[in-house]
């Protein structure tokens, strides 16, 4: 059985961070969102994955390499244009052949591990398996409508929606799914939808099997996204801190700080990770943050946050939280007079100023 992942998104509910940089790569508690989804498959027994790529192919392939870190074989595929999920398969047919396989959205998130299902999958004899999650905004996503253990219809975004079973980003098809995708026409959005496609499996007698998630699943899409899914990782730690901790310092619960970093008049309090590099001076690390490699925070608080590599906050009156903060920037306090708040902002991005 072979993996595909879609890594092909431009993702423009993270923008500007996804200006820069793929969306699947953000790190949620200092690891790629990308590399949950290669680990969630190699662990389900799946070491030959696809990787459907776009604009962003160079710094995914950069980051994810022949896949030889997980013991796994990666393949990339290029998609020239975003025309939509069942696109992707489409075009990745002759990597996947008339084998099974997991398709997995690289951006999505989940709880539970997939290895009981994709061993049912295998073993059974339907030709489709869709995972499902109650949520309270259905209207976001596609849907699906059962009979019992049946699916009936599946519909995309509906304005009124007959029920609320979202679609999550893990599918199983076998090689039927090609004649779907090759049946089915652009929708409205000049995309070829999945949904259409599985539709289509389901109106002409395929086997296809819902099976709804008890735990959580998180689409990484946007900011308040990325928090929720950075708490619920950030939950899961072991502490272990191995770097220098001054004697004026608290490191406090479940924290991972790595080698080289520098805790020095602090508090650190967990669940929190800390990248290597990093110094935190006369600063307050609150729950539920992740600061990537080689980070500098002095004389600020900062709770509930993301902060990536190479950034710096110095000298914050104010405690940040609820944020998710890019690459090499600089957040201080300007001695400059008159006081004054100076900006320099990319486009899309969003400022909360007590």
Not at 12 to 21: E, F, G, K
């Amino acid at each position: 059985m072979k993996g595909l992942i879609l890594s092909g998104g431009k993702g423009t509910r993270l923008r500007p961070l996804t200006y820069t940089s793929a969306k699947q790569l953000v790190p949620v508690a200092n690891k790629p969102v990308l590399f949950y989804t290669i680990e969630n498959l190699v662990e389900a027994g799946i070491s030959e994955i696809g990787i459907v790529v776009g604009d962003t192919a160079a710094e995914v392939k950069t980051a994810v390499g022949s896949g030889e870190k997980w013991n796994a074989k990666i393949t990339y595929i290029q998609q020239d244009a975003p025309l939509g999920l069942a696109h992707a398969v489409k075009i990745s047919h002759e990597f996947l052949g008339d084998d099974q396989f997991v398709m997995y959205l690289g951006d999505n998130m989940l709880e539970q591990s997939i290895r009981p299902l994709v061993e049912d999958f295998k073993t059974g004899k339907c030709n489709c398996q869709i995972l499902l999650k109650e949520v309270t905004n259905p209207q976001s996503y596609g849907v699906a409508v059962l009979a019992g253990d049946r699916v009936v219809s599946l519909i995309e975004k509906p304005a009124d929606p007959p029920s609320n079973l979202a679609l999550v980003g893990v599918y199983m098809f076998d090689h039927n799914i090609f004649t779907a995708v090759n049946e089915i026409k652009p929708s409205w959005r000049g995309e070829l939808e999945i949904t259409d496609a599985i539709q289509y499996l389901v109106t002409n007698g395929y086997d296809v099997k819902p099976f709804v998630l008890d735990g959580w699943w998180v689409d990484t899409g946007k900011q308040a996204d990325m928090l929720e899914v950075n708490r619920l990782i950030l939950d899961r730690l072991e502490r272990n801190v191995s770097c220098y901790v001054d004697k004026d310092s608290r490191v406090e619960g479940k924290v991972v700080i790595e080698q080289s970093a520098e805790i020095i008049n602090s508090v650190v309090r967990g669940p929190t990770i800390i990248g290597r590099g990093c110094r935190i001076i006369n600063s307050y690390v609150g729950p539920y943050t992740s600061i990537n490699h080689n980070c500098t925070i002095s004389d600020s608080e900062v709770e509930h946050s993301i902060i990536l590599e190479n950034s710096q906050i110095h000298d914050i009156p104010s405690r940040i939280e609820d944020s998710l903060i890019g690459r090499n920037v600089v957040v201080e306090k300007s001695p400059i007079k008159p006081k004054a708040l100076k900006l320099l902002l990319g486009d899309n991005s969003r400022v909360g100023i007590l």
